[in-house]
């Protein structure tokens, strides 16, 4: 019998969502709260929850990524009484099942608890039948729940055939990501070729990456292999695909619709059977539509999408990742491993990581390099550009960089009152908007610090900053 939990502190709405479970032969429990929903979900295993975005205790969206991690892996559909669609596109990004809203019929409600349900035992049942084997994720350190979403990913990755676009910014480990889907995949023991696109050469990308016969042009002294023909029966990975020059895309796309290639100065087609991985940091959909980028490629190559979340989103990634890296860096000297006081995982906590995973390690071989005999690294071995910004982000700030004036009184006409409800909402939309701008500025964009000083959870912040349209920089 399948489980399932309703989190809403809407009592009519919780009966008639119990009555319509229980007609559907599954067991039914409600929570009115975020901490009471989430303390029953990691105390006994659902199969699906049904989860309010308004909440007495906050936003619904926030506990998202804990309902979803506790053992049972339930299926969460989000249902709120006023559809918002930036909370729709959040919160599919971030796990959930579908989102819907209360004003839906319960048959319609019924149907789509039918149809997570079927998903849910169709997924627990492929899990029952296979041998689990652990990803293989060479240099892939972390186990926060971003990270985990994109590892999910590449596991489904690694078992299709079809074209893989990741996605994130620069030094969040995309090459990394591709390596691991190949390693992972039916192909592992095949070729896995590397294309920066960023690096090609216009004059002889076609070259490069389709090969030529002797002859084929000036210069053509010998017969040459291109890079797609090379990775056959193995994966192509082009980085920076976004720096593909807009006269080679036609030619690419007809590749991949053929896998076949004809080299520069050849006359017979060659097949070419190797999987597609690519990878960059820019916009495509952006690009597209400013035409940089072609759309008909741009839909072929994102058969499956796999964005890697910054380090600043996943803080709890660095003290592991530093372990990692300071142990291959000694590794790698034939030194000793040297171990880290608390003030200096401290302050790599509280910096903000605009070049990522890439930059935390260069700023690890400055610190190896700082310490010299030292058998432990001190915030003081960090770079000095990290620890004063790190320092003056923790300056107490009394007050924000533009003070609060309290909202005007002014008596309302009694032809134009409005209803109580919508004036409320309004009210502390504009409240919530001024204090996250204040909340941002006076933290210079420092997340940890923002968390730490709104009482906000990292998902419950980040949900509040898309929702009103306000950078988390």
Known sequence: MAHVLIIDDDEPMCYALSRAVRRMGCEAESAGTLAAGLDLARSRPFDIIFLDVRLPDGNGLSILGDLTATPSNPEVIIITGKGEPEGAELAISNGAWDYIEKTHSIQQISLTLKRALDYHRARQADCVGKTIKALRREK???????LTRALDLVAQSAESGSNVLITGETGTGKELFARAIHENSTRADGPFI??????????????????HKKGAFTGAEKDQVGLIFQADKGTLF???????????????LRVLQERAVRSLGGKEVQKSDFRLVVATNRDLDAMAEENGFRKDLLYRIRSIHIHLPPLRERPDDIKPLTTHVIEEICKRAGATPKGCSTDFIETLEAYDWPGNVRELIHTLEHALTSSKRDPYLFSQHLPSSIRAKVARNRISVSEFDEPFEPLEEKPFDFEEMPELQPYRDAVCASAESRYLKGLMSA?????????????LSQSRLYALLKKHGLSSR
Request: hydrophobic share 45%; with cysteine.
């Open 140 to 146: 892939i350190i972390g186990e926060s729940a971003a």
């Open 194 to 211: 590397i294309v920066d696109c960023a690096a090609l050469p216009e004059s002889i990308v076609e070259s490069i990456l389709f090969g």
């Open 238 to 252: 082009l980085d920076e695909v976004g720096e593909m020059p807009l006269s080679l895309q036609k030619s690419f």
């Open 443 to 455: 933290t210079k964009g420092n997340m940890k610090e923002a968390i730490r000083r709104s009482g």
